[in-house]
Each structure stands twice: as C-alpha cells, then as structure tokens.
C-alpha cells in the first residue's frame, strides 16, 4: 500500500508541475460605471498588450455628456470625448503604459466602459 502512495503522490506531483509551468493566454480586464447623480468613474485598469484601451460611452435621451480617460500614476488626461444624446460613442486609445480609469459626465443613466 505503501508502495501505491509513493506513486500516487509522483503522478501528483508531476501533474502539479505541469499545471504550473503551463501558461495560458493574458485575461482581459475592463471595468463599468452608471451615472446617478452628474459623474462616475470605473476601477483602474491596465492597457493590453498591444498598449491600447478601449471605451464605449452610452448617453441616455435626457442629456448630452462626455467621458475622459486619466492615467492614475500622474492624473494626465490621455483621452475624452463627447457621448450626445442617446448615442454610443466607441474610442480606442493607443500607446499606454500605465493604470487608467474613465470617468464619465453627464445626468443619470449614462454608463462607461473601459476595457483592453
């Protein structure tokens, strides 16, 4: 009995091995915000791999707003825009390095995401 132990825990131990020396591809991370007073802003995020970030702004029928995006290491503003009335507004924002969070302005209801 001892003996299937033994080899029990090697097979174990092997698998363990190559679960850890196994990588898979990077996970994406986005984070979102609704407006429910005049402004909100999602968690920080990294850029992708590729050093983009990506922003989708939904504005609602009862008034115009307007998203930014600002690095969280030194508070720059690397991207805005403006979202009309009902309208999607999709951005793409190339060459980051850093943390990046979006806040959106506008009147209850818009929402933000912010995505690589």
């Known amino acids: 009995m001892n003996s299937l132990?033994?080899?029990m825990a090697a097979v174990g131990a092997a698998a363990?091995?190559?679960l850890v020396v196994t990588?898979?591809?990077a996970s994406a991370a986005s984070a979102w915000c609704r407006i429910?007073?005049?402004s909100c802003s999602?968690?920080?995020i990294p850029p992708s791999s590729d050093h983009k970030i990506y922003v989708e702004?939904?504005?609602n029928h009862i008034c115009a707003g307007g998203w930014k995006v600002y690095d969280t290491g030194n508070g720059a503003l690397v991207g805005s825009?403006?979202?009309p009335y009902g309208q999607v507004v999709r951005a793409t924002i190339p060459g980051l390095y850093g943390r990046y969070y979006l806040k959106i302005n506008?009147?209850?209801g818009h929402t933000g995401t912010i995505s690589n």
């Open 106 to 108: 506008g009147c209850l």
């Open 57 to 59: 702004a939904r504005g």
């Open 42 to 44: 999602t968690g920080a």
């Open 23 to 25: 990588a898979g591809p």
């Open 5 to 7: 132990l033994k080899k």
């Open 81 to 83: 825009g403006v979202v």
């Open 36 to 38: 429910v007073v005049s």
């Open 16 to 18: 363990f091995t190559a």
